[in-house]
């Protein structure tokens, strides 16, 4: 009996591996080039390092984002930091995202009314507020703040869809 794997399929493993690894990075790079268009096109692609968010396929920084999209995703998830929002586009981004997120339960859940702070809140704290998920029971999304009457929405692990989405209403907003 052999207790070791094959050479050849030690080979097949190690460039199936290599290869899907090339794939989320090229993933992430599409999904990078996304949300500079989502910008207006401003922006820039930088390689990804191990930094505060945790390693990354590559960063984005453009005039109102910071992406790093996360090497824990298939390229597809990023935690980004939206700069520069006005409160009317806040209040757009904030009515999209709780109606994606529109709890179907019947009554008695323990889904939260407002998971992402409203105005009146950030305009009552210099200090940032969290933003859930609609069921109380999951981890934190992210936070906002306001300073200077513009806000700073941070997200944690969000689809790059969904932050395209969130960008593309801050800017129309604007």
Known sequence: MNATMSEASSTSLRMAVQAAR????????TAALILIEADGGRGSVHDGSY????????????????????????G??????LTGITPAAYEQMRTWAEGCDECHHDYDC?????PWPTLALLSETAD?????????????RGTARMAFNRI?????DEPVTVVDTLLRISRAAA
């Open 22 to 29: 090339a794939a989320a990075k090229a993933a992430a790079h």
């Open 51 to 74: 930094e505060q968010h945790g390693d990354t396929w590559c960063v984005v920084r453009s005039p109102h984002l910071t992406a790093h999209i996360l090497s824990e995703s298939h």
């Open 76 to 81: 597809d998830r990023a935690h980004v930091t």
């Open 110 to 114: 323990v889904c939260l009314d407002d």
């Open 128 to 140: 940032a507020c969290r933003i859930d998920y609609r069921r109380a029971d999951e981890d934190e």
């Open 152 to 156: 700073t929405v941070d997200l944690f």
